[in-house]
T-cell receptor, first 116, second 112 residues
Framework: GDSVTQMEGPVTLSEEAFLTINCTYTATGYPSLFWYVQYPGEGLQLLLKATKADDKGSNKGFEATYRKETTSFHLEKGSVQVSDSAVYFCALIPSHGSGNTGKLIFGQGTTLQVKP | DVKVTQSSRYLVKRTGEKVFLECVQDMDHENMFWYRQDPGLGLRLIYFSYDVKMKEKGDIPEGYSVSREKKERFSLILESASTNQTSMYLC???????????FGDGTRLSIL
């Protein structure tokens, strides 16, 4: 079945370091891909999305590119801040005709800790 | 902006009680979802609804039921609360098959 695999955390970085959180997926066709962020004690917020191959989603300095050939959607940021400390979830919605009707499939989440 | 509102941020109940968690969205979304989130287990889908009075089981429906009498409101019901239902509960809504889900702030429920 469809699935999402994220790198295990926690990821600990110093402020202004470069961030990469790896995400790969297994799905038929062309799923829609998302990154969500969860700050401590809060719900999930949509960070960015991409709906077709080679699309680049971006928001708040974060970017991710939909790579069909490697079935990946890695999250990157050039210079992290302490305020970026949170849990990051990669997720997908399977494509039409796959028997699914729009439910999100989540990865396990990756905790990012940024130290001053 | 989409607003998904969960009625309580924190809730403490006793074993055996009937517990209601309420969720309201203001964007006329057709689809609504209830998840629970536990350390090491990620997010797990409990129930979802694609229309008023319509519901479908998710991955872990046992011990829960739901109600959707109006389009904007989706309630999660713990029929007889147990300690293993202590968790963070998240509600979400969306429109259209490939559109993202929008989440509420969550309810941290403790069953004593």
């Amino acid at each position: 079945g469809d699935s999402v695999t994220q790198m295990e955390g926690p990821v600990t970085l110093s402020e202004e370091a470069f961030l990469t959180i790896n995400c790969t997926y297994t799905a038929t066709g062309y799923p829609s891909l998302f990154w969500y962020v969860q700050y401590p004690g809060e719900g999930l917020q949509l960070l960015l999305k991409a709906t077709k191959a080679d699309d680049k989603g971006s928001n708040k300095g974060f970017e991710a590119t939909y790579r069909k050939e490697t079935t990946s959607f890695h999250l990157e940021k050039g210079s992290v801040q302490v305020s970026d400390s949170a849990v990051y979830f990669c997720a997908l919605i399977p494509s039409h005709g796959s028997g699914n009707t729009g439910k999100l499939i989540f990865g396990q989440g990756t905790t990012l800790q940024v130290k001053p | 902006d989409v607003k998904v509102t969960q009625s309580s941020r924190y809730l403490v109940k006793r074993t055996g009680e009937k517990v209601f968690l309420e969720c309201v969205q203001d964007m006329d979304h057709e689809n609504m979802f209830w998840y629970r989130q536990d350390p090491g287990l990620g997010l797990r889908l409990i129930y979802f609804s694609y229309d008023v009075k319509m519901k479908e089981k998710g991955d872990i429906p046992e011990g829960y039921s739901v109600s959707r009498e109006k389009k904007e409101r989706f309630s999660l019901i713990l029929e007889s609360a147990s300690t293993n239902q202590t968790s963070m509960y998240l509600c979400a809504s969306k429109t259209g098959d490939n559109q993202p889900q929008h989440f509420g702030d969550g309810t941290r429920l403790s069953i004593l």
